[in-house]
C-alpha cells in the first residue's frame, strides 16, 4: 500500500505513517494507534501474516527457512495408507516470485514433515513382504517398537536371507526420526505411488513452505515435479530427502468423506 492507502486502512492520518516510517525501530505507537495496527494483522489473510513475520526478523522472502509454527495449523490429517500427518492447503491464488504473474493452485494436501528413515523402511519392508494397504498400516503403532515391528513382519518377507535384512532394517537404531536422504527421484516416486499419494510440484512445494499451515522445513533439499521434469527445493542437495502431497479430492476419497 501507499502511504496513504495505508493510513486510510488504519484510519489515521498521512502525517502519522510518515512520521512512523521516519522514527523507525523508535516509534512506540498511542495505544489506540497500536490497537489498529493489531486489528489490521489479526484480519489479515495467512499469507500476510507470514510475510510480516519473515519481515520483523529480517528473513529472506524468497525461501523463508524457518521452521513454522504448528499452534496456527488448521485441516490436520493423517493419511489412511502410510500414517503420516498432513496438513491442508486452501485453494487460492499464488505468485511464484514478484516478477511472475499469479497462479491458481487448486486445494491440497502436504506432509507437514518430510519422510524419515523409519517411515521409508516401513514402506520398503511393506513391499518386501506383499502386504497391503490394511496391513501394512498394522506398522504405525505407537506402542510397538522397532524390534517388535521387524519380528512380527520378518517371517511375511520371501526368502530367509531378505527377511534378515529387512529386520535389521527396521531395527537400525539411531537417527529413525531424521529425514531420510540420499533417496533418488525413482525411489521417492514410488514410495508416493505407494501412498496413493504424489511428489509436490514446485509451486506447491513453495506456496506450503511460505504459509503459516504448519509445513516443517526439513533442513535439506527436496525432491519435486516441474513441467521440465524433476527439481530440488531446500538446501542442502547433496542430501535429497522428498516429502508428498494429495489433492483434496483425493485425500476426502480416501477418508471415505
Not at 505411488?193 to 522445513?217: F, I, M, N, Q, S
Not at 525432491?223 to 547433496?238: E, H, S
Amino acid at each position: 500500500m501507499s502511504v496513504r492507502e495505508f493510513a486510510a486502512h488504519l484510519g489515521i492520518s498521512d502525517r502519522m505513517v510518515s512520521k512512523w516510517e521516519a522514527g523507525g525501530e523508535a516509534i512506540r505507537p498511542r495505544p489506540l494507534n497500536q490497537a489498529a495496527l493489531d486489528t489490521s494483522l489479526t484480519m489479515a489473510t495467512a499469507e500476510v501474516k507470514a510475510r510480516f513475520t519473515r519481515i520483523a526478523v529480517g528473513q529472506s522472502l524468497e525461501f523463508p527457512s524457518l521452521p513454522v509454527d504448528t499452534g496456527g495449523a488448521r485441516h490436520l490429517v493423517r493419511h489412511p495408507l502410510d500414517g503420516k500427518l498432513m496438513t491442508m492447503i486452501e485453494a487460492g491464488p499464488f505468485q511464484p516470485s514478484p516478477d511472475r504473474r499469479a497462479i491458481w493452485l487448486p486445494a491440497y494436501y502436504i506432509d507437514v514433515h518430510a519422510v524419515t528413515r523409519a517411515e521409508y523402511q516401513r514402506f520398503q519392508l511393506a513391499v518386501d513382504s506383499g502386504l497391503s494397504h490394511e496391513e501394512s498400516a498394522l506398522l504405525y503403532g505407537e506402542d510397538l517398537t522397532a524390534a517388535t515391528l521387524a519380528q512380527a513382519f520378518a517371517d511375511r518377507i520371501t526368502g530367509p536371507n531378505r527377511s534378515r535384512r529387512g529386520a535389521r532394517s527396521l531395527a537400525g537404531g539411531d537417527g529413525r526420526d531424521a529425514t531420510i536422504t540420499g533417496i533418488s527421484r525413482e525411489d521417492a516416486s514410488a514410495y508416493a505411488g505407494w501412498a496413493a499419494k504424489a511428489l509436490p510440484t514446485v509451486h506447491e512445494w513453495d506456496r506450503a513452505h511460505r504459509g503459516c499451515e504448519g509445513v516443517v522445513t526439513s533442513g535439506v533439499a527436496e525432491w519435486c515435479t516441474a513441467a521440465a521434469g524433476y527439481m530440488r527445493r531446500g538446501r542442502g542437495k547433496a542430501r535429497t530427502g522428498f516429502r508428498c502431497t494429495t489433492p483434496l479430492g483425493v485425500m476426502l476419497a480416501l477418508l471415505a468423506i
